[in-house]
C-alpha cells in the first residue's frame, strides 16, 4: 500500500517521547546526564526522545538489536506504558491526558495487539480463547461467538473451534492469537515480534497470511521484529531503534540506498538488493551528450525484472510511468547498486 502522504493527519504520533526506568528517572529527561551518571542512579533509558507519525492504513514497523527500547516505544504507543517524557497522541489526542477510563475503552475496543509467545489460556478452546475479549467488553455469548466464528474462519482454522491450544501448532496458536486480538476490529494493531518464535517456513506462511488479511481489513499496523527481510516482505516504513532512539525511518529502498549510519547499513547488508530496489530508486537525470536509449523500463518493476536486458548493452534505459519518462538507467549504476554501493545523496536522518 502506499505511504500516506504528509497532508494525511497522522493516526499515531508521538512527540519527544521518551521512557526512563528507575526511581526518580524523570530528572534525568533533561538529556544532560552522561550515561554513565545514569546507570550510577539506577536509571535505564530505554526510549529517549522518539517523534514519529504514523498514517491511517500503514505498516510501520520497527527494528533493533536487542535491548534498542522496541518493545517499550510499542507499549508507550498502546498506551499500555506511560512515558516517562513526551506525548503519543492517537487521533491527535494524548493518551495519557484521557481519564483512565477512556484509555481502558479506548485500549480494548480501537486496539489489538499479538505477541510472541502467544498466551493463550490454556483452558479455553479456540473458540473460547477468541471470543474472550469480547466477553471482557460485555458483549453477549450468541454475539460474541458468532463474530469469534468469523475470526477464526478469516485466519483459516474453521473446524478447529473446540481445539484447545495444546493441541495446536505453533502456528495454527499464533493465528488463534490473530483471529484473538482482531475479534473486536481493532483500528490500530500492534504486533510485538508475532512470528520469531515459529520455524522459517511457517514464518513464511504467516507473513504471507498477514499481508492477505492486511489487504482486507486495512489496519494500521506497528510491528516489531528483528529480520529485515520479514520488515521488507510487511513494510510500508521501517523505523530502525538504537539505544532508545530512533536513528532512521523510511522505506526498505531509502534505509539500503541511503543508510544513515553502518548500524542501519549492518541491517540491510544481507538483503536481497535485486529483488528490493526498482527501477525508480536508482534512475538518474540523462546527461546532455546521452547516447541512444535502448528500451523502456516501468519505474516499479525491481532491478531483477530488467537486469538481463539492461547489462546486456552500454546504452541506457529510459524509466517510465504512465506514459511519462522520469529518467535513466544503465548498466553502470545497476551493477553499482547491487554490488552494495549506496548511491549518493543525503541520507535521511530520523526526526
Ligand atoms: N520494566 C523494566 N524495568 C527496567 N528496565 C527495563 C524494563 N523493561 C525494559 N527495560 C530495559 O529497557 C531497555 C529496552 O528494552 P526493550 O525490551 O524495550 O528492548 P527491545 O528492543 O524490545 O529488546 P528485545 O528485542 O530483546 O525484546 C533494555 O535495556 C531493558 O533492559
Not at 320 to 340: N, Q, T
Amino acid at each position: 500500500m502506499p505511504v500516506p502522504s504528509s497532508a494525511d493527519a497522522p493516526v499515531l504520533a508521538c512527540r519527544h517521547v521518551s521512557k526512563l526506568y528507575g526511581h526518580g528517572a524523570a530528572r534525568f529527561l533533561d538529556g544532560r546526564a552522561a550515561p554513565e551518571e545514569m546507570a550510577a542512579a539506577g536509571v535505564i533509558p530505554a526510549v529517549i526522545d522518539v517523534n514519529l507519525a504514523i498514517g491511517r492504513g500503514e505498516t510501520f514497523v520497527i527494528m533493533g538489536l536487542s535491548g534498542s527500547g522496541k518493545s517499550t516505544l510499542v507499549r508507550c504507543l498502546a498506551g499500555l506504558i506511560e512515558p516517562t517524557g513526551g506525548e503519543v497522541l492517537f487521533e491527535g489526542r494524548d493518551l495519557f491526558a484521557l481519564p483512565e477510563r477512556e484509555l481502558i475503552q479506548l485500549r480494548r475496543h480501537r486496539m489489538g495487539m499479538v505477541f510472541q509467545h502467544f498466551a493463550l489460556l490454556p483452558h479455553l478452546t479456540v473458540l473460547g480463547n477468541v471470543a474472550f475479549p469480547l466477553d471482557v467488553q460485555g458483549m453477549p455469548k450468541a454475539q460474541r461467538e458468532a463474530r469469534a466464528r468469523e475470526m477464526i474462519e478469516l485466519v483459516g482454522l474453521k473446524g478447529r473451534e473446540a481445539y484447545f491450544p495444546r493441541e495446536l501448532s505453533g502456528g495454527q496458536q499464533q493465528r488463534v492469537g490473530i483471529a484473538r486480538s482482531l475479534a473486536a476490529d481493532p483500528e490500530l494493531w500492534f504486533l510485538d515480534e508475532p512470528f520469531s518464535a515459529l520455524d522459517p517456513l511457517i514464518r513464511r506462511e504467516m507473513q504471507d497470511e498477514l499481508k492477505r488479511l492486511q489487504a482486507i481489513l486495512n489496519k494500521t499496523i506497528v510491528f516489531i521484529t528483528h529480520d529485515f527481510d520479514e520488515a521488507v516482505r510487511l513494510a510500508d516504513r521501517i523505523a530502525i531503534m538504537k539505544d532508545g532512539r530512533l536513528v532512521q525511518v523510511g522505506t526498505a529502498e531509502e534505509l539500503i540506498l541511503h543508510p544513515a549510519s553502518d548500524y542501519v547499513r549492518a541491517f540491510t547488508r544481507d538483503a536481497p538488493r535485486a529483488k528490493i530496489l526498482t527501477a525508480r530508486a536508482i534512475l538518474r537525470t540523462p546527461g546532455p551528450d546521452e547516447a541512444g536509449i535502448a528500451g523502456m523500463v516501468p519505474a516499479s518493476t525491481p532491478i531483477a525484472g530488467f537486469a538481463q536486458q539492461v547489462e546486456a548493452t552500454d546504452k541506457p534505459f529510459a524509466v517510465v510511468e504512465d506514459g511519462r519518462i522520469l529518467g535513466v538507467i544503465d548498466r553502470r549504476a545497476m551493477m553499482d547498486v547491487l554490488v552494495g554501493r549506496d548511491l549518493a545523496g543525503p541520507a535521511e536522518p530520523g526526526p
